[in-house]
């Protein structure tokens, strides 16, 4: 009987033991994946819905988050997409303007239009300088150049009209000194792009080698007879002019001309614009923009269609201030052209 249930025994114990070796071992390692937070969900992913909360209300609908505001379509505008070409540049520097209207804080002592020169009379017919536009802007940064070092220009003289220059040498009838316009000849004055300056400080006058017109070797660019001051003075004005693009004449240290270069045909017989407002017209595909104020992404308040005519109230480097109707805004001086 022993026998017979040794065997059974043995398989028990053996049974028994296998059991407790399985509960012993480690269950096999399954990789799942971590669960993230609330919070770092939202880092990486906008559309996740939070987790149900048992205890606290539904969370309540928002609005969502206002969009920036769309910027608006601009204002259908007759200025290019591409820049001026060369050419329209170049007609709109030809232009003989009113040079306080772009240099409004430019010292003018126009020595033609008084007895200050001398004739010891009057020669010219109007009291304000006039210049091509194209030499209006370099003088504009030769007068900036000078401010930022404590000086400024006084200009002397500008724009010169043909029978002004009769005048003058009849005056004096010295070509070694004053250009000789009979039989065709012409002062540079004459081209519109030549003008005659001195240095100022203070709203002082600068020692200068001389006054304008000087008839000898104190008024050429050999400055070994003059003082020193006046010798430094000068020099930085062509310092300051050249870098402008201006060419100084030898004979007289005051004298600069415009390297451009101008035809005298282009002004013979000039009607110089005049000192107030002027009517200019629009000259561009479609319309121009009125801006709001003098810069190119300003807010539009209107436009001006192709042709119509507009008054320009003030000038400045790139735009002009005008009146339209009932609107007064800015327009980009490159899509208007004078009318009178």
């Given at each position: 009987?022993?026998?017979?249930?040794?065997?059974v025994?043995?398989?028990?114990?053996?049974?028994?033991?296998?059991?407790?070796?399985?509960?012993?071992?480690?269950?096999?390692?399954?990789?799942?994946?971590?669960?993230?937070?609330?919070?770092?969900?939202?880092?990486?992913?906008?559309?996740?819905?939070?987790?149900p909360?048992?205890?606290?209300?539904?969370?309540?609908?928002?609005?969502?988050?206002?969009?920036?505001?769309?910027?608006?379509?601009?204002?259908p505008?007759a200025?290019?997409?591409?820049?001026?070409?060369?050419?329209?540049?170049?007609?709109?520097?030809?232009?003989?303007v009113?040079?306080?209207?772009?240099?409004?804080?430019?010292?003018?002592?126009?020595k033609?239009?008084?007895?200050?020169?001398?004739?010891?009379?009057?020669?010219?017919?109007?009291?304000?300088?006039?210049?091509?536009?194209?030499?209006?802007k370099?003088?504009?940064?030769?007068?900036?150049?000078?401010?930022?070092?404590?000086?400024?220009?006084?200009?002397?003289?500008?724009?010169?009209?043909?029978?002004?220059?009769?005048?003058?040498?009849?005056?004096?009838?010295?070509?070694?000194?004053?250009?000789?316009?009979?039989?065709?000849?012409?002062?540079?004055?004459?081209?519109?792009?030549?003008?005659?300056?001195?240095?100022?400080?203070?709203?002082?006058?600068?020692?200068?080698?001389?006054?304008?017109?000087?008839?000898?070797?104190?008024?050429?660019?050999n400055?070994?007879?003059?003082?020193?001051?006046?010798?430094?003075?000068?020099?930085?004005?062509?310092?300051?002019?050249?870098?402008?693009?201006?060419?100084?004449?030898?004979?007289?240290?005051?004298?600069?001309?415009?390297?451009t270069?101008?035809?005298?045909?282009?002004?013979?017989?000039a009607?110089?614009?005049?000192?107030?407002?002027?009517?200019?017209?629009?000259?561009?595909?479609e319309y121009?923009?009125?801006r709001?104020?003098?810069?190119?992404?300003?807010?539009?308040i209107?436009?001006?269609?192709?042709g119509?005519?507009?008054?320009?109230?003030?000038?400045?480097?790139?735009?002009?201030?005008?009146?339209?109707?009932?609107?007064?805004?800015?327009?980009?001086?490159?899509?208007?052209?004078?009318?009178?």
């Amino acid at each position: 009987m022993r026998k017979r249930f040794l065997p059974v025994l043995l398989a028990l114990l053996l049974a028994l033991l296998c059991g407790c070796a399985k509960e012993s071992t480690p269950p096999p390692v399954v990789e799942t994946e971590t669960p993230q937070s609330t919070a770092e969900i939202q880092v990486f992913r906008v559309d996740t819905a939070a987790e149900p909360a048992e205890e606290s209300e539904p969370a309540e609908e928002t609005e969502p988050a206002e969009e920036p505001e769309e910027t608006p379509e601009p204002t259908p505008s007759a200025e290019p997409a591409l820049p001026l070409s060369d050419e329209k540049t170049a007609v709109r520097d030809l232009e003989l303007v009113r040079v306080l209207s772009y240099i409004p804080d430019l010292q003018v002592d126009l020595k033609y239009a008084t007895e200050d020169n001398y004739t010891h009379k009057v020669v010219y017919s109007f009291d304000e300088p006039y210049l091509r536009y194209g030499t209006v802007k370099k003088l504009a940064q030769a007068q900036a150049m000078l401010k930022q070092q404590g000086y400024e220009l006084v200009l002397w003289d500008a724009f010169r009209p043909t029978e002004a220059q009769f005048v003058l040498f009849d005056a004096f009838p010295n070509g070694n000194f004053v250009a000789n316009p009979y039989g065709g000849g012409h002062s540079s004055h004459t081209s519109g792009g030549t003008v005659d300056v001195a240095l100022m400080k203070d709203g002082e006058l600068c020692e200068m080698p001389s006054g304008m017109d000087e008839f000898s070797a104190l008024g050429d660019r050999n400055y070994s007879d003059v003082s020193a001051e006046a010798a430094a003075n000068a020099k930085l004005l062509e310092q300051v002019m050249t870098s402008c693009d201006f060419t100084g004449y030898f004979g007289e240290w005051w004298h600069y001309t415009d390297n451009t270069g101008y035809n005298y045909a282009d002004v013979e017989g000039a009607v110089l614009p005049e000192k107030a407002t002027r009517v200019y017209e629009s000259v561009c595909n479609e319309y121009i923009n009125i801006r709001k104020v003098a810069n190119p992404t300003a807010e539009a308040i209107g436009n001006i269609p192709n042709g119509e005519r507009m008054t320009v109230l003030a000038y400045e480097t790139d735009f002009c201030h005008i009146q339209y109707g009932d609107l007064t805004g800015y327009v980009n001086v490159h899509f208007i052209k004078p009318v009178y």
